[in-house]
Nanobody, 128 residues
Framework: QVQLVESGGGLVQTGGSLRLSCAFS????????VGWFRQAPGKEREFVAV????????YYADSVKGRFTFSGDNAKNTVYLQMNSLKPEDTAVYYCAARRAAVSGFVAYTMDTVYDYWGQGTQVTVSS
């Protein structure tokens, strides 16, 4: 059984940066695809980014491309999402999710139903 715990959210000004963490327990993260989603108040949960650790390939939503970047620390069994140049529209609860079985391409990974495990979420607030 895999458990995911997010951290690193907080309050930041427009243009600032945050690094979200998704700590894995139960299995090593590099056997999974790890996605990030976010949900703003009154809105549906939306895809942010995914990394397939099998080949380190990544896919980002257009809204965050060039600003958000994945990294990982095997010793800490933790995946990170570095978020730069933050905007007020990035304000949301951010969730990490994981899927063990590989799916070809990236389209499937943009859907939250494809993931097996979810964290509890961490709040990111960007002030204008």
């Amino acid at each position: 059984q895999v458990q995911l715990v997010e951290s690193g959210g907080g309050l930041v000004q427009t243009g600032g940066s945050l690094r979200l963490s998704c700590a894995f327990s139960g299995r090593a993260f590099d056997g999974y695809a790890v996605g990030w989603f976010r949900q703003a108040p009154g809105k549906e949960r939306e895809f942010v980014a995914v990394i397939k650790w099998s080949d380190s390939s990544t896919y980002y939503a257009d809204s965050v491309k060039g600003r958000f970047t994945f990294s990982g620390d095997n010793a800490k069994n933790t995946v990170y999402l570095q978020m730069n140049s933050l905007k007020p529209e990035d304000t949301a609860v951010y969730y990490c999710a994981a899927r063990r079985a590989a799916v070809s391409g990236f389209v499937a990974y943009t859907m939250d139903t494809v993931y097996d495990y979810w964290g509890q979420g961490t709040q990111v607030t960007v002030s204008s």
